[in-house]
C-alpha cells in the first residue's frame, strides 16, 4: 500500500512539474532558448532532449553532491556555486557529444546549446529541489519532469512557428510579436491544467 501511496506521489509531482507548473509558461524560466530555438520541429525537439538530459542529470549529481558534501560539511550556502559548475560540466559534456554524433544538430541549435549552461530552469530545478527538500529519488524525477514539460512547450510552440509562415500577418506582427503572442496564448491553455490536481 505504502508503495502505491509513492507511485501515486510521484505521478502527482511529474504531471504538476511538467503541465501544472510548466518551467516556461508558469514560471517563465528559461525563455531564451524557448524563443530562440523554436523555430523548427526538429531543431525545438533537439533542444528539448538536450535539457532532459541536462536537467535530469543535473538533478541526480546536485542532489548527491548536496546530501553528501554540502550538509555534512555544512557548507549548504555554497549550493548555487555547486550547482552551476555541475550544470556547466554537464553541458560541456552534451556538447561535446553532439558534435562528435549529431553535428547537424550541433549545428542547428548553435549559440543556444551552450545557453544551457546559463539556462535558469536548469538551475531553478536543482535550487527548487533543494527548498522541498526532495530526495534524490524524487529530485530526479521533479527534474525530468520540468525538462518535459520544458519540451512539450518548445515543441508545441515550434509547431506553431512553421504553421504561422504561411499566413498573411500584419507587418507590425511579424517576427518575434507574433511569437510573444502566441507564447502568451500558450501560457493561458496550461493554466486549464491547474485544475488537474
Same mark, same amino acid.
Given at each position: 500500500?505504502?508503495?502505491? /501511496?509513492?507511485?501515486?506521489?510521484? +505521478? ?7 503541465? $501544472?507548473?510548466? *518551467? ?6 528559461g525563455l531564451c532558448p524557448f ?5 523548427? =520541429? ?6 528539448? %532532449?538536450? $535539457? #532532459? &538530459? ?10 548527491? #553532491?548536496?546530501? &553528501? =558534501? ?5 557548507? /549548504? !550556502? @555554497?549550493?548555487?556555486? $555547486?550547482?552551476?559548475? $555541475?550544470?556547466?560540466? +554537464?553541458?560541456? !559534456?552534451?556538447?561535446?557529444? @553532439? ?13 543556444y546549446l551552450p545557453l544551457i549552461? /546559463?539556462?535558469?530552469? *536548469? @538551475?531553478? *530545478?536543482? @535550487?527548487?529541489? *533543494?527548498?522541498?527538500?526532495?530526495g534524490i529519488g524524487t529530485g530526479?524525477?521533479?527534474? !525530468?519532469?520540468? %525538462?518535459?514539460?520544458?519540451? =512539450?512547450? #518548445? ?13 498573411? #500577418? ?9 511569437? +510573444? +503572442? /502566441? ?9 486549464? !491544467?491547474?485544475?488537474?490536481?
Open positions: 500500500m505504502n508503495n502505491i /501511496t509513492s507511485i501515486r506521489d510521484l +505521478l502527482i509531482l511529474m504531471v504538476g512539474s511538467s503541465l $501544472v507548473s510548466n *518551467v516556461v509558461l508558469s514560471q517563465f524560466l524563443l530562440g530555438v523554436s523555430k523548427k =520541429i526538429k531543431t525545438a525537439a533537439g533542444m528539448g %532532449a538536450a $535539457v #532532459i &538530459f541536462v536537467i535530469t542529470l543535473a538533478s541526480a549529481v546536485a542532489g548527491v #553532491i548536496y546530501k &553528501f =558534501i554540502l550538509i555534512p560539511l555544512n557548507i /549548504t !550556502f @555554497l549550493q548555487t556555486i $555547486v550547482f552551476i559548475l $555541475v550544470i556547466a560540466a +554537464l553541458v560541456q !559534456f552534451v556538447e561535446m557529444f @553532439l558534435k562528435k554524433a549529431i553535428p547537424s544538430l550541433y549545428e542547428a541549435l548553435g549559440v549552461t /546559463t539556462n535558469c530552469a *536548469v @538551475l531553478g *530545478v536543482a @535550487l527548487t529541489n *533543494v527548498q522541498k527538500n526532495y530526479v524525477v521533479n527534474g !525530468f519532469a520540468t %525538462a518535459l514539460g520544458f519540451t =512539450i512547450a #518548445i515543441v508545441i510552440l515550434a509547431g506553431i512557428r512553421e504553421k504561422m509562415e504561411y499566413n498573411d #500577418i500584419p507587418q507590425s506582427f511579424k517576427g518575434m510579436p507574433s511569437v +510573444l +503572442l /502566441t507564447a502568451g496564448l500558450m501560457a493561458i491553455a496550461f493554466c486549464g !491544467f491547474s485544475g488537474l490536481l
